[in-house]
């Protein structure tokens, strides 16, 4: 009997292993290779041929192989699995090395996930983990039987960890994190899956926010046959131009003033929540009605407690207002950058952020001093530019741009970021307009990823401080006006969270079993239903619906507001 290799697994499972491996000698193979499977420590020193990596490489080695035990504690179980690391040897020899993790389980469902990174990359994620947003009810994806890999995109950023951008000076690494990892890391996973278990994947994913949500969007563009289907999360995707923004928005928290502290930061967000938390049709702590914030909302005139939250004659009076240097550099983080010269990616600018009722910083711990790490930290932009940490320091967006303006566009570790115009940059111009070229995928046109099956699923939060909610829309419009509406409509859906910041918030935290609406839809030819997201940390269990862009969830009037069920999507 010939067993599809889509059966093939399941058959195995079933019979004694001298059976399974006659059975595979009798079955043929997708691959080219010899088609017998490997235990977990027969992979242990094994090389990846450079010419079976689809761009330049000097191979990849197999450092360790190592069975991992069965554990965690329900619902986030997993099985037995095997632990792959690898280097991927550079053409460079001054390059670093792609260092990448495979978590292969013993009981394998035929697919394989991709996990993207975040910031400077310069770690493997966590491949045991969640997707991002991911639902806190069911198993991660190693515990549902995906093979999760993941690399540090090129780089190690222990080599330096107060300059995570320092590895750009090597045009290698590079190319290797604007991009090029990607396919070299997928198509060396791809050997060793299929030396493992003695079949590739029948499925592939992609699962990314952030710098993890551009690589997700890369893989589609440029290599649109590697994978099935992609879970773009708060997607970075126009990475120079977004640093740009940065620069923008750092040079003018950095005039005399214009910081505002924690406590600033909480009046701008009580004032903004006061005035914008209803729009949606009920008070309940969250913005859901964005875009009518942004129309109507403005920190000059607004009140809190019944008082003007801007200080008595702009000066700058005390921690529950804000002065006219704090609200001028806040409106500048809501309005957009536009580029004064061409750059060849195409891109005239980038847009605002919500920062209306954004949180971007506040007194707290846990949680909270994540979204403040991501948003405006704790210390003004200065020169010489201090540390942006998690446990304090200058806005990520000055420290990210001062990176970048140091080790990308420059090259020079001493270099003044605070001296560079991103609107006027002189004589760096041809150099960021080169970068541009490299960092910002946005590719509109998907039909080659289409056209063969492929799918996306895509999100943003609406109160995310980092990378501008309005930017995806953006792209999501693009991506209809090059392919028309219906034919998107066909498989890429885009979904706002009302609410969640990058990565983290305590207002609504997002929880969204993407993958497996994901998988149904690839797999099964099921279009997403209804989709419901869940908060973790907010009000822990509340959930909301899922809205494709630009509806969202209004309150029917009754009901219990912390249901999904009370709110329905509403077109704005």
Not at 531 to 553: H, I, K, N
Request: net charge negative; charged share 15%.
């Amino acid at each position: 009997m010939i067993v599809p290799a889509s059966r093939r697994r399941l058959v195995l499972a079933a019979v004694p292993a001298a059976c399974a491996l006659l059975m595979l000698s009798a079955c043929g193979s997708s691959s080219d290779d010899d088609d017998q499977p490997m235990a977990c420590a027969e992979l242990a020193g094994m090389t990846v041929p450079a010419a079976r990596i689809g761009l330049p490489t000097s191979g990849a080695t197999v450092t360790s192989a190592t069975v991992e035990a069965a554990g965690g504690t329900a619902p986030k179980t997993f099985g037995e699995y095997c632990k792959v690391m690898a280097e991927i040897a550079p053409v460079d020899p001054a390059a670093p090395k792609i260092l990448m993790q495979l978590n292969l389980p013993a009981t394998w469902n035929g697919k394989a996930l991709m996990l993207g990174g975040g910031g400077y990359n310069g770690t493997i994620p966590n491949v045991a983990g969640n997707v991002p947003a991911g639902p806190a009810d069911r198993p991660n994806p190693i515990g549902l039987g995906y093979a999760v890999f993941a690399s540090d995109s090129g780089h190690q950023a222990a080599t330096d960890p107060a300059n995570p951008g320092v590895f750009a000076l090597n045009q290698e690494a590079l190319r290797n994190f604007s991009f090029e990892a990607l396919k070299k890391t997928r198509d060396a996973a791809m050997y060793l899956i299929d030396k493992r278990y003695g079949d590739g994947p029948r499925r592939s994913y992609f699962a990314g926010g952030s710098t993890g949500g551009r690589e997700a969007l890369a893989v589609t563009q440029k290599w649109p046959a590697d994978f099935d289907g992609a879970i773009v999360l708060y997607p970075a995707y126009a990475a120079a131009s977004l640093d740009l923004q940065f620069g923008r928005i750092t040079r003018a928290l950095a005039q005399p003033g214009a910081y505002p502290n924690l406590a600033k930061r909480q009046a701008l967000f009580d004032s903004a929540v006061a005035a914008c938390d209803g729009l949606d049709g009920v008070a309940d702590g969250v913005i859901s009605h964005q875009a009518a914030c942004n129309a109507s909302y403005d920190p000059a005139t607004a009140l809190l407690n019944g008082q003007p939250l801007r200080c008595p004659g702009g000066a700058d009076t005390g921690d529950s207002c804000l002065s006219d240097a704090q609200i001028t550099a806040m409106k500048v983080i809501d309005t957009p950058i536009v580029f004064g010269y061409p750059v060849a990616s195409g891109e005239t600018g980038y847009p605002g952020f919500n920062t209306w009722g954004t949180d971007f910083g506040r007194p707290g711990t846990g949680v909270q001093q994540t979204v403040t790490y991501l948003g405006l930290n704790t210390l003004q932009p200065t020169t010489p530019m201090p540390p942006y940490l998690p446990t304090g320091g200058v806005p990520y967006h000055s420290g990210f741009w001062s990176q970048w303006a140091k080790y990308f566009v420059t090259r020079d570790p001493g270099f003044d970021a605070l001296t560079l115009d991103p609107q006027n940059p002189g004589p760096w111009q041809a150099r960021i307009s080169e970068l541009t070229g490299l960092q910002d995928i946005n590719q509109a046109d998907l039909s080659a990823f289409e056209s063969r099956g492929g799918k996306i699923l895509m999100a943003h939060g609406t109160s995310d401080q980092l990378v501008s909610t309005r930017a995806t829309q953006a792209y999501y419009a693009r991506v209809q006006a090059a392919m028309g509406a219906a034919r998107t409509a066909g498989f890429l859906r885009y979904y706002e969270i009302p609410g969640y910041g990058h990565a983290a918030s305590t207002v609504f935290n997002a929880a969204w079993d993407s993958l497996t609406a994901l998988d149904n839809w690839v797999e099964q030819g099921i279009a997403p239903p209804a989709q419901t997201v869940a908060d973790t940390v907010g009000v822990p269990g509340r959930t909301r619906p899922l809205c494709d862009w630009p509806a969202y969830p209004r309150y029917r009037g009754s009901g219990d507001v912390n249901a999904a069920a009370s709110f329905v999507c509403t077109a704005p």
